[in-house]
């Protein structure tokens, strides 16, 4: 199914009450199987393009659709729900709970949504925290270094196996070595069917990308 934005305009107001204009009437589709990179300096509206396509920002005009739904006409529950069901999220400080070890932060989708974890889940858990190579020994998340802090982050995205993955500056402040596994790993994820966008400064993911979209003052330039 495809996710689109359709003349999609959002603004916030700043602390004085004037309206700051975040995104203007951006149109953007995004395919399953495509890896999109979302380019341009900051405060250009990278981030709230992200946020309006995972239903947390609600744009004042404008449309995002996934197949027939229309995300800005779903309440706010019913937002979350789609998004629980729908989106991985890879946010930009990774919002890992510090004193919970790698698998049970990566379980956390899981645990919003039932009361029992299916061993399934936990298996599959597991199974991504190896293939993110990282380590099955129990303690506190904030202990492990943020290249492994930013791959817990991105299997707890992958957790309950989402058509689309929302990715905020994932490789950002990462050695050349992990900034390359993370690339590598988000080109692969899009192979796989996933609809695949990640906000970046770092040309070894745009790269990577088969479509780049450049924003600049809300609005995107190519
Ligand atoms: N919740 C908010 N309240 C008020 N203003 C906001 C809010 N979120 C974003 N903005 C403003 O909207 C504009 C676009 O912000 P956004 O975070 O989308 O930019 P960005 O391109 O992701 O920037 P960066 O690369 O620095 O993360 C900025 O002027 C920002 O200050």
Known sequence: MMLAAHSVSASFADAGGVAIQALQDVSASFAPGQLTAVVGPSGSGKTTLLHALAGIVVPQQGRILFGEVELN??????RDAWRLAHCGMVFQDFRLIDELDALANVLLPAQFSR?????????????????????????????????????????????????????????????????????????????????????THDERLSARADQVLTMKSGRVLS
């Open 115 to 199: 009361l029992h974890l299916p061993t399934t889940l936990r298996q599959r858990g597991m199974e991504l925290l190896a293939r993110f190579e990282l380590p099955q020994r129990a303690g506190p998340v904030a202990r492990l270094s943020r290249g492994e802090q930013q791959r817990v982050a991105l299997a707890r995205a992958l957790l309950l196996d989402p058509p689309i993955l929302l990715a905020d500056e994932p490789t950002a402040s990462l050695d050349a070595d992990n900034g390359q596994r993370i690339a590598a790993a988000l080109q692969d994820i899009a192979r796989q069917g996933k609809t695949v966008v990640t906000v």
């Open 73 to 78: 006409r779903l309440s706010e529950g019913r």
